[in-house]
Nanobody
Framework: QVQLVESGGGLVQAGGSLRLSCATS????????MGWFRQAPGKERELVTF????????YYKDSVKGRFTISRDNAKNTVYLQMNSLKTEDTAVYYC????????????WGQGTQVTVSS
């Protein structure tokens, strides 16, 4: 059974930082591309960033470039999202997800963790 469990969300003031973690089990983590999505109230879920299996390639949504950093530890089956210089518009439920390389659909999802940035 595949499980993705996010942690590290919370309430932070604008300009602050949070580090999200996503611990996985039940899949061959080192072969999967891992992504972070977010969904704000009343908005569609959007892709924020992803990292390929080796960690050698990443993608970031324009609005988070230079502020967010995705990383992974294949020995720990965990992906991280370091979020710095947080803005109120970063407020959302953040989800981690996994997909196989060369596919476009994320097959596995976590339950989400709330990030709230106050002004």
């Amino acid at each position: 059974q595949v499980q993705l469990v996010e942690s590290g969300g919370g309430l932070v003031q604008a300009g602050g930082s949070l580090r999200l973690s996503c611990a996985t089990s039940g899949l061959t983590f080192s072969t999967y591309t891992m992504g972070w999505f977010r969904q704000a109230p009343g908005k569609e879920r959007e892709l924020v960033t992803f990292i390929v299996w080796s960690g050698a390639g990443t993608y970031y949504k324009d609005s988070v470039k230079g502020r967010f950093t995705i990383s992974r530890d294949n020995a720990k089956n965990t992906v991280y999202l370091q979020m710095n210089s947080l803005k109120t518009e970063d407020t959302a439920v953040y989800y981690c997800a996994a997909r196989l390389p060369k596919t476009t659909v994320f097959d596995y999802w976590g339950q989400g963790t709330q990030v709230t940035v106050s002004s």
